[in-house]
């Protein structure tokens, strides 16, 4: 490929096609939180959805015609730009990521989404082409995955004599695969941790159908509501209940199913989707960090999913991140990532808990909201004495937090181990870590307890992991244990 290509015409299209949806939603948007009466009415809105559409076809059309690439021994090539020409250029070496995207408008055309990130690629991709055949997609991929073979065999001593048998046996170790079962991912529907972002969205659409209905009508309605039963009201409330978690049952369905895996050596491809495909290939080599997270659900039935930080590829509905194993039993964990991540396998007892001193900490940051809100039922409502159990849940919740909470490491791995809601444990490799910095409160100084935080490369300008309350010891410890020069003396 040593010629300047354009991706296929039907980018276009696609491009008019996404617009149009992302229109769709804002016209959702305004009719949830809209009012009727606004300054200009339908009719001002129909004009301007309108310019809007044609405005992102004539752009459509410019931005296909005026993008190139090309496609080098050592580097990839893009030039774009009408009136703000732009040509960059990207090393082979510093990629990593390529994600192949299948989305329902790409399908419609039989074409695919291919999307390259490097380092510090910011909140887009460094190289996105929205329509091009699976065929040149994935020749581009195999063409950017290959390896120059004879850097690595420059490194090594030929006078050191290899064993075929333990060489034989590395080779097996370099190749993986894991298929995510159908009850495994009827689980990871079922016990998602999205149900909370759907029911707001459903009831946000109900608290706006009066506007749809006659007055009349909605008299009548509302006139029922007021006069029904607590049973009748308890109904309604387990109905959005159950139409928040059935959306949040078909998407993760959509989302994670044929969900697979495939260690090649150094390269991880993930695939993945019902209606929109993606394939994912991460370099192990690039992954900064590894998540174990345990929402409230799967904890009591010994799941958990994995996610993996780094310089590339994540994603935002995953918190920047990207999902390396969407469920799988606690217990499995290790297993799986002694076989794809090796290096981030590690041992149950390695954590160490926090000093005594830290459990009065948490129970009264815990509960500190809901002392006020209870205040506040208290004096307004009837009976509102009542509302006093919620700090002291909330306070039990904050001695859940310190009992989960810990931090240790081993030679090469920092691992802290908290809560919020979820639980969460993270792995970090000791030459991943940017920064390691310490803060002290006033109120943490009287019990010389410590906050650490952990900064490291993610997809955007990085992540930080935090650990609050921990001893003098345990921060003593953890900076000779990443200072080179503490372990240069040592």
């Known amino acids: 490929m040593i010629k300047w290509k354009k991706q296929h015409s039907a980018a276009i299209f696609i491009s008019f096609l996404n617009n149009l949806k992302e229109m769709i939603i804002s016209i959702i948007a305004v009719f949830i939180f809209g009012q009727s009466s606004q300054a200009g009415g339908s009719l001002f809105y129909t004009i301007f959805f309108a310019l809007i559409l044609v405005f992102s076809l004539g752009s ?26 732009k040509h960059r250029y990207i090393r082979k070496e510093r990629i990593q990521s390529i994600d192949i995207n299948a989305k329902l408008i790409q399908r419609l055309f039989q074409l695919v989404e291919i999307r390259i990130e ?33 850097l690595n065999n420059g490194d090594q001593d030929h006078s050191e004599v290899i ?32 149900l909370g972002l759907a029911i707001t969205f459903v009831a946000a659409v109900i608290s706006q159908l009066p506007q749809l209905l006659p007055n009349t009508i909605y008299e009548r309605v509302l006139g029922l509501f007021i006069h029904s039963s607590i049973l009748l009201i308890s109904f309604f409330v387990v109905l959005i209940l159950f139409i928040g978690w059935l959306i ?16 090649d050596k150094d390269d991880i491809h993930i695939s993945r989707g019902i209606l929109e ?10 992954i900064t960090a590894v998540r174990v997270v345990q929402n409230l659900l799967r904890q009591p039935l010994g799941y958990a999913a994995v996610y993996v930080e780094s310089a590339g590829g ?35 007892n390695e954590y160490k808990s926090l000093p005594k001193e830290s459990v009065r900490r948490y129970m009264i940051k815990a509960s500190i909201p809901f002392i006020f809100l209870a205040i506040l039922m208290t004096y307004f409502i009837p009976y509102g004495w009542i509302s006093f159990i919620l700090p002291l849940g909330a306070a039990g919740i904050g001695f ?30 000791r030459k991943r870590i940017q920064a390691m910095t310490t ?52």
Not at 126 to 143: G, H, N, S, T, V
Not at 277 to 286: F, I, V
Not at 317 to 331: G, M, V, Y
């Open 400 to 429: 859940w937090q310190y009992i989960d909470a810990g931090i240790g490491n081993n030679d090469e791995m920092l691992l802290i181990k908290s809560r919020m809601i979820s639980l969460t444990e993270v792995i970090v490799p």
């Open 118 to 150: 490097t380092a510090g690629g910011g909140t887009e991709p460094e190289f996105r082409i929205i329509a091009l055949k699976r065929r040149e997609a994935e020749l581009i991929k195999e063409e950017l995955l290959v390896r120059k073979s004879n």
């Open 314 to 348: 994540g994603r935002k509905e995953e918190d920047l991140s990207t999902i390396l194993i969407p469920i799988c039993k606690k217990s499995e964990v290790n297993s799986i990532l002694n076989n794809l991540l090796p290096q981030f396998s590690i041992k149950e």
């Open 163 to 194: 064993n075929e048998e333990s060489l034989l046996e590395e080779n097996k170790k370099q190749f993986y695969t894991w298929n995510l079962s159908f009850k495994r991912l009827l689980i990871s529907a079922i016990t998602s941790s999205g």
């Open 439 to 490: 803060s002290q409160t006033i109120l943490q100084k009287v019990d010389h307890l410590y906050t650490v935080q952990v900064s490291i490369i993610s997809s955007i300008v990085g992540k930080t992991f935090s650990l609050r309350h921990i001893s003098k010891n345990q921060i003593e410890n953890l900076f000779l244990w990443y200072s080179y020069e503490c372990r240069k003396h040592r």
């Open 277 to 286: 495909k993606r394939q994912l290939t991460l370099s192990a080599k690039r």
């Open 60 to 85: 459509g059309i410019i931005r296909w015609a005026t993008f190139e690439y090309q496609l080098l021994d050592n580097e990839l090539q893009i030039k774009q730009g009408l009136i703000f020409k």
């Open 248 to 263: 949040t049952l078909i998407s993760s369905l959509l989302k994670y199913g044929q969900f697979h895996i495939k260690k």
